[in-house]
């Protein structure tokens, strides 16, 4: 029976929040068997368990919030943590986001792998779904369906000739998010950055943690990891949105044009409803 597992020592790292565009520093550390993972605002004294519950808005990422504090921008690192495998874990940042790093997953999966994970002493819990449940809007749509493994399955279709239509099946284990999904990174747009500027986000994007998108196309020097990069990072987006279950999902999960809002609505539907899904132990 797997057993639950956290870091096995701590690590730190700095570097620029994506909206405020401030530094950062953020700490990872081992936290106790049935904690989960916990976001704390060292600065505020305040924690925010990493659970659909808490989040309080989706626009350009989810944030999770709790008196009066939010943290913003989770989907990235909370992705490389389910990608690692981590069930209990203790997030220690001293601003409102943590660093986005290089705007994908790999560069927190590298620091999970350098801290090292370690086995506690109770079992690993997953949530089975037992039934179709889905949510729409505005075109756009995201479901889970019942499953034997964690299985992610994604449609974007973008108008600009730079990212078009592409489709992904994918099904989550450490060694395929790996290779497969965290190095894909975060996207935008420059004809919506100005405007964004305006409204106090996306201060701390640059060619250096965001793939760009100008009339001419990609305007990044660095060439696409992979030919269909913006899918790719859907699916972590949507892997990191899904992991505020609190516990690994055995159940297929489809998006179509999703985003987090739709992801976040998809999980409070899936838990209004407990005939939906049951606790079980994995195999
Ligand atoms: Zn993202």
């Known amino acids: 029976m797997p057993l639950r597992q956290t870091l096995a020592r701590e690590i730190r790292v700095s570097g620029i929040a994506l909206h405020a565009g401030a530094a950062v520093t953020m700490t990872l550390a081992p936290a106790p068997a049935g904690s989960g993972v916990v976001f704390r605002r060292s600065d505020l004294n305040?924690?925010?368990?990493?659970?659909?519950?808490?989040?309080?808005?989706?626009?350009l990422g989810t944030v999770i919030a709790k008196d009066g504090a939010t943290i913003?921008?989770?989907?990235?690192?909370?992705?490389?943590?389910?990608?690692?495998?981590?069930?209990?874990?203790?997030?220690?940042?001293?601003?409102?986001?943590?660093?986005?790093?290089?705007?994908?997953?790999?560069?927190?999966?590298?620091?999970?792998?350098?801290?090292?994970?370690?086995?506690?002493?109770?079992?690993?819990?997953?949530?089975?779904?037992?039934?179709?449940?889905?949510?729409?809007?505005?075109?756009?749509?995201?479901?889970?369906?019942?499953?034997?493994?964690?299985?992610?399955?994604?449609?974007?279709?973008?108008?600009?000739?730079?990212?078009?239509?592409?489709?992904?099946?994918?099904?989550?284990?450490?060694?395929?998010?790996?290779?497969?999904?965290?190095?894909?990174?975060?996207?935008?747009?420059?004809?919506?950055?100005?405007?964004?500027?305006?409204?106090?986000?996306?201060?701390?994007?640059?060619l250096e943690n965001t793939l760009a998108i100008g009339e001419e196309g990609v305007v990044n020097r660095e060439r696409l990891r992979f030919s269909d990069e913006f899918v790719r990072h859907k699916i972590l987006d949507a892997i990191g949105d899904m992991a505020l279950a609190g516990a690994p999902l055995l159940a297929r999960f489809r998006g179509v044009k999703s985003g987090h809002g739709l992801n976040n609505a998809l999980l409070r539907a899936l838990f209004s409803d407990p005939k939906s899904y049951e606790k079980v132990m994995l195999p």
């Not at 925010?48 to 989706?58: C, F, K, L, N």
């Open 46 to 59: 305040i924690d925010i368990p990493a659970r659909y519950d808490m989040v309080s808005e989706t626009r």
């Open 72 to 206: 913003k921008v989770v989907e990235h690192l909370m992705a490389a943590v389910a990608g690692a495998g981590l069930d209990d874990l203790l997030v220690t940042l001293d601003g409102p986001e943590p660093p986005i790093l290089d705007g994908d997953a790999l560069s927190y999966l590298v620091l999970i792998e350098q801290a090292g994970l370690k086995a506690l002493g109770a079992p690993r819990q997953a949530i089975r779904v037992l039934k179709t449940v889905s949510v729409e809007q505005n075109g756009a749509s995201a479901s889970l369906s019942p499953a034997q493994t964690s299985e992610y399955d994604f449609e974007i279709d973008f108008p600009t000739p730079a990212i078009g239509r592409q489709t992904l099946s994918f099904t989550l284990t450490p060694e395929s998010f790996r290779a497969q999904i965290a190095p894909a990174r975060t996207f935008g747009f420059l004809a919506e950055l100005e405007g964004l500027h305006k409204m106090n986000l996306a201060k701390g994007a640059s």
